[in-house]
Nanobody
Framework: QVQLVESGGGLVQSGGSLRLSCAASGFTFSLYDMSWHRQAPGRERELVAVITSGSRNTNYADSVKGRFTISRDNGKNTVYLQMNSLKPEDTAVYYC???????????WGQGTQVTVSS
């Protein structure tokens, strides 16, 4: 059974930091590109950061460049999102995604809430 379980969300003051984790199981984690997305109330889900299967490439939304860092540990089947200098506009539910483009296979986690107070 495929599972993506996010953790690490919570309430933090503006300027603070959080580290999100996403533990994967039920599929070959190392073969999948992993990404974090977020969705704020009343807004569409947006891509925040992505890391390719071999960790060779990362990419970030302009709004988080220089503040967020995505990383993965294929030995632990886990992807991380280190979020620094958080702003109130970062408030959203953050979702973990696993994608294997050639097979058009995709999985989503259930999300974790991040709230940044001003």
């Amino acid at each position: 059974q495929v599972q993506l379980v996010e953790s690490g969300g919570g309430l933090v003051q503006s300027g603070g930091s959080l580290r999100l984790s996403c533990a994967a199981s039920g599929f070959t984690f190392s073969l999948y590109d992993m990404s974090w997305h977020r969705q704020a109330p009343g807004r569409e889900r947006e891509l925040v950061a992505v890391i390719t299967s071999g960790s060779r490439n990362t990419n970030y939304a302009d709004s988080v460049k220089g503040r967020f860092t995505i990383s993965r540990d294929n030995g632990k089947n886990t992807v991380y999102l280190q979020m620094n200098s958080l702003k109130p506009e970062d408030t959203a539910v953050y979702y973990c995604n696993a994608l294997r483009p050639r097979l058009r296979t995709e999985y989503w986690g259930q999300g974790t809430q991040v709230t940044v107070s001003s």
